[in-house]
């Protein structure tokens, strides 16, 4: 049998490892020289725009509520269909998640919905760009325009995506990105805020480090309540390192994506019953690979005969509104029937930049094969 493929898998480069190496050697492996480097190339990348980096992209989102002066009384709306995480930080900041169900086909979140929900207490809209795939910018920011609302993108999976040919982080309100290890682009653990001006740079740096501001040898003053979100320059060095492999990463990504819809063709829908992501090879940098599998068969089966033939397959996302946590809050089954079907039924193919086209194959004859039967 043909080794194991996983659903995703980090490529380091012999050169990213002896940067962490040179680093180690240095003296200096918390936030310094790297992670200012680092800092300093996204932000040219975004045009220009302030990036700070932190040890999540959790918290990114956090700070940028916090930025924003979201807190007790507000409402934000995002998605049910993410990562735990874009919901938890608006409970961590004394805020309301409020949802809005998805789109069926691209299953991020409807804007439709967005604009239903917003209430007077409405004061931020959370999208989340699943598989790197972004909602429509210009309708988003024409709603956020509209409401007085504040706008953070959770674009943990984006990196590398554009809308109208601009990278997604270089316009725009606040913007998060994550460099978790299964990520486009890695830092092991990390992420980064693209933030809109000097004064909230310097905020976002206070709250990353327990609120403190420097003058001098001994000049230290503390006037928000910050934690402890730096990143490293270890960190920082593996960034610098996967960052230069941005534009090879995302073309092989998308070059992969074609290969599947090229190797499913163009009956696989009508045959097997499940839904094919949208193709988008524009704007989307396939961080993911999705498809939302037939009610006949359960994900767990799915994946457990996947993996008899020995293939990975990821899950991204159970709803968010399903957990104990969020059902204490109110929330219940029937409430966003279509991300309880996504989440329900979606699963993640193998996608990452060291899998050949051989491996897509694959991967589709097992898939078709176990649908199929």
Not at 146 to 163: C, F, M, N, P, Y
Not at 165 to 174: A, E, L, M, T, V
Not at 245 to 261: D, S
Not at 291 to 315: C, H, Q, S, W
Request: glycine share 8%.
């Amino acid at each position: 049998m043909s080794e194991f493929l996983p659903f995703s898998r980090p490529s380091i480069d012999e050169a990213t490892i002896a940067s962490v190496a040179e680093t180690l050697r240095s003296g200096w492996i918390t936030s310094g020289p790297k992670v200012q480097e680092f800092e300093k190339q996204l932000s040219e990348y975004f045009g220009g725009r302030p990036v700070r980096t932190f040890n999540s992209g959790t918290c990114t989102m956090e700070i940028a509520l916090r930025i924003a002066g979201i807190g007790h009384g507000d409402e934000v709306i995002t998605t049910p269909i993410s990562w735990v995480a874009t919901a938890n930080v608006i409970l961590e900041v004394g805020a309301t998640p409020v949802f809005a169900d998805v789109d069926p086909v691209t299953r991020n979140i409807d804007l439709d919905k967005v604009e239903a929900a917003i209430t007077p207490r409405t004061k931020a809209i959370i999208p989340v760009y699943l598989a790197g795939k972004p909602v429509d910018m210009d309708r988003l920011y024409k709603i956020a325009a509209r409401h007085k609302l504040r706008v953070v993108e959770d674009a943990a999976q984006a990196i590398g995506s554009t809308w109208q040919g601009k990278p997604i982080g270089s316009f725009g309100d606040f913007v998060s990105f994550s460099f978790q290890a299964n990520k486009n682009i890695t830092t092991s653990e990390g992420g980064c805020l693209v933030l809109n001006n000097a004064e909230e740079a310097t905020l976002a740096e206070k709250y990353r480090l327990q609120g403190v501001t420097r003058s001098g040898y001994d000049g230290i003053e503390v006037d928000v309540l910050g934690g402890k979100f730096n990143m490293t320059d270890i960190a920082a060095a593996i960034g610098l390192g996967q960052f230069a492999q941005l534009n090879v990463i995302t073309a092989q990504r998308r070059k992969l994506a074609r290969h599947y819809f090229a190797t499913l063709g163009k009956d696989f829908e009508v045959q097997t019953g499940a839904q094919l992501p949208p193709a988008d090879f524009e704007n989307t940098n396939w961080h993911l690979f999705q498809i939302v599998l037939p009610e006949r068969i359960t994900r767990a089966d799915f994946m457990a005969r996947m993996k008899d033939k020995n293939i990975g397959i990821g899950y991204h996302y159970a709803p968010i509104h399903l957990f104990k946590l969020y059902r204490a809050l109110g929330f219940k089954e029937g409430m966003f029937p279509i991300a309880e079907r996504v989440g329900r039924q979606i699963v993640s193919l193998p996608m990452f930049a060291a899998m050949n086209e051989s491996d897509v194959e694959r991967t589709c004859v097992a898939m078709c094969e176990v649908l199929k039967n």
